[in-house]
């Protein structure tokens, strides 16, 4: 990794305008926001900066990473004052969009694991009204555990949960000191399952009955749909624009202009966050169901097809998938084929939209590294490809190929090793990757691959077990019939074809 060049100082407060300078310290902490990632920034943080410069918010976000390993962006941004660029890169209505905004959103950034006590005192903010949450499918789940004093929940849930305790008791249980919660995470009804964790959580550390009724009836746990492809920081660019800019930004971010946000509640809830109002792409719906099955299943559910097998056959990021003529005519059949015959809408409408979605990944501005969207692979196959794979079987009666085939090639690129603090995977050329996932996962996916290959096991016992997995599927797929067999098939095909070296 090449260094920063010692005469050049990172973006921070003193890169902005004095009158911006004042008017992030003015403002009050209106959001709380669990995840210091890409998306959200290049997303809803973008949306509340727009909002603020209309004057129409008026408020800033406290940030907080989901999990340990965040917290060295939580160190660049207190580094940075909380300060980011923004670049907005793509094609728009056939034009060329090449947009540049410095971000200025968070007034506090802290880190849960070692900040505990100011992470909870947050809770007592009388202008907090939302909670955002971006921590990927993985990090919505509930898992239970104990309740330590003085010690970090390890999970958003559990988490939440104490936060909404610690304001429950500072404010007596006022009515009016309940928050909006608006999960990111792309699951289905993500509102109502992070409200199902938390009313768990409160039952199990037998927090009181009024409380549980004051979480019921004064919080609002809101299902939402996000759309927007954020890339993240442009490592082949980077060293040009830090020329360009005269200063290091180390939280640099890209995204496509694009975006859609769909939220399930009452459009009177606008007045309190008026993005609507603002003219962004943002809309008050009363059923999220075909917003989100058409984008879930088809946008996540082709990033999770081809991510995989790009990763096999060296690629490293959409672009070059898309640049590909067999793996785009894969992709599109897979499309058409495959996914568009089981969702229970307009196929006309569908198949714009999809256009629409292949027109994106080509965004030569954009370069989507695959290694980002394999994170967590295995929640997102379950969540973006499982149901339309279960949907098609039982509407065609026969398996869909090529959802068979990326599935095979999942598989393959789970065949991972341990290797110190990593789980490593090799591609088809001999260059090796890191697969980053539940440890369980990993562990589990790590002694069948190594048990396959001290021949203990066959290939056709290897699929089986691993399709079996009720902890990585919720249900044992080996009782849709002929899909072993199939899986298997195209396994072996794949491992025939490019034998590891």
């Given at each position: 990794?090449?260094?920063?060049?010692?005469?050049?100082?990172?973006?921070?407060?003193?890169?902005?305008?004095?009158?911006?300078?004042?008017?992030?310290?003015?403002?009050?902490?209106?959001?709380?926001?669990?995840?210091?990632?890409?998306?959200?920034?290049?997303?809803?943080?973008?949306?509340?900066?727009?909002?603020?410069?209309?004057?129409?918010?008026?408020?800033?976000?406290?940030?907080?990473?989901?999990?340990?390993?965040?917290?060295?962006?939580?160190?660049?941004?207190?580094?940075?004052?909380?300060?980011?660029?923004?670049?907005?890169?793509?094609?728009?209505?056939?034009?060329?969009?090449?947009?540049?905004?410095?971000?200025?959103?968070?007034?506090?950034?802290?880190?849960?694991?070692?900040?505990?006590?100011?992470?909870?005192?947050?809770?007592?903010?009388?202008?907090?009204?939302?909670?955002?949450?971006?921590?990927?499918?993985?990090?919505?789940?509930?898992?239970?555990?104990?309740?330590?004093?003085?010690?970090?929940?390890?999970?958003?849930?559990?988490?939440?949960?104490?936060?909404?305790?610690?304001?429950?008791?500072?404010?007596?249980?006022?009515?009016?000191?309940?928050?909006?919660?608006?999960?990111?995470?792309?699951?289905?009804?993500?509102?109502?399952?992070?409200?199902?964790?938390?009313?768990?959580?409160?039952?199990?550390w037998e927090l009181s009955t009024a409380f549980i009724n004051w979480l019921e009836q004064d919080n609002l746990f809101l299902n939402s749909l996000v759309d927007r492809i954020v890339t993240g920081y442009p490592v082949m660019e980077a060293e040009k624009w830090t020329a360009e800019s005269g200063y290091v930004d180390q939280l640099l971010n890209t995204t496509e202009p694009y975006y859609f946000w769909a939220i399930e509640a009452d459009p009177s809830l606008d007045r309190l966050l008026p993005l609507n109002k603002a003219g962004l792409n943002v809309h008050w719906v009363e059923d999220l169901t075909p917003y989100q099955i058409r984008k879930v299943r088809i946008l996540n559910g082709s990033h999770t097809i081809i991510a995989p097998l790009g990763i096999l056959y060296g690629l490293d990021h959409v672009g070059q998938v898309m640049a590909d003529s067999e793996f785009k005519g894969f992709l599109q059949k897979t499309i058409e084929e495959d996914i568009l015959p089981t969702l229970p809408y307009n196929r006309h409408d569908m198949m714009q939209y999809a256009e629409s979605v292949l027109e994106r990944f080509i965004n030569p501005f954009v370069q989507h590294q695959l290694a980002d969207i394999l994170l967590n692979s295995i929640s997102k196959f379950k969540v973006r490809l499982l149901p339309t794979l279960v949907a098609y079987f039982a509407k065609e009666e026969q398996l869909p190929a090529s959802l068979v085939t990326a599935f095979a090639g999942l598989i393959r690129y789970y065949k991972v090793q341990k290797s110190e603090d990593n789980y490593v995977g090799t591609r088809f050329d001999g260059s090796e990757y890191i697969v980053k996932d539940d440890q369980l996962a990993l562990d589990f996916f790590c002694e069948q691959w190594s048990s396959f290959e001290a021949k203990d096991m066959s290939l056709k016992q290897l699929v089986k077990k691993i399709i079996g997995n009720k902890l990585l599927w919720d249900k044992d797929l080996n009782r849709i019939t002929g899909l072993s067999n199939a899986v298997c098939n195209n396994l072996k095909e794949i491992i025939n074809r490019f034998k590891d070296r």
């Open positions: 990794m090449k260094r920063k060049p010692q005469h050049l100082k990172c973006l921070n407060k003193n890169n902005l305008p004095a009158e911006d300078q004042q008017a992030i310290a003015d403002y009050p902490i209106k959001v709380l926001q669990i995840g210091e990632g890409h998306f959200l920034r290049g997303f809803f943080d973008w949306m509340i900066h727009e909002c603020n410069k209309k004057g129409y918010f008026n408020g800033s976000i406290a940030v907080t990473q989901p999990r340990p390993q965040g917290k060295t962006k939580i160190e660049k941004l207190k580094q940075q004052d909380g300060l980011y660029t923004l670049l907005i890169r793509g094609l728009q209505n056939k034009k060329v969009v090449n947009e540049k905004e410095t971000i200025s959103v968070f007034s506090r950034i802290i880190d849960p694991y070692t900040e505990w006590g100011e992470f909870l005192a947050l809770a007592k903010s009388p202008d907090l009204e939302f909670v955002v949450s971006n921590t990927t499918e993985a990090g919505l789940s509930y898992q239970q555990m104990p309740l330590e004093e003085g010690v970090p929940m390890t999970s958003f849930p559990g988490r939440l949960t104490i936060f909404l305790y610690q304001r429950y008791l500072h404010f007596n249980g006022d009515s009016d000191k309940g928050l909006i919660m608006l999960p990111c995470e792309l699951l289905e009804e993500n509102g109502d399952k992070l409200k199902q964790y938390v009313v768990q959580h409160s039952k199990d």
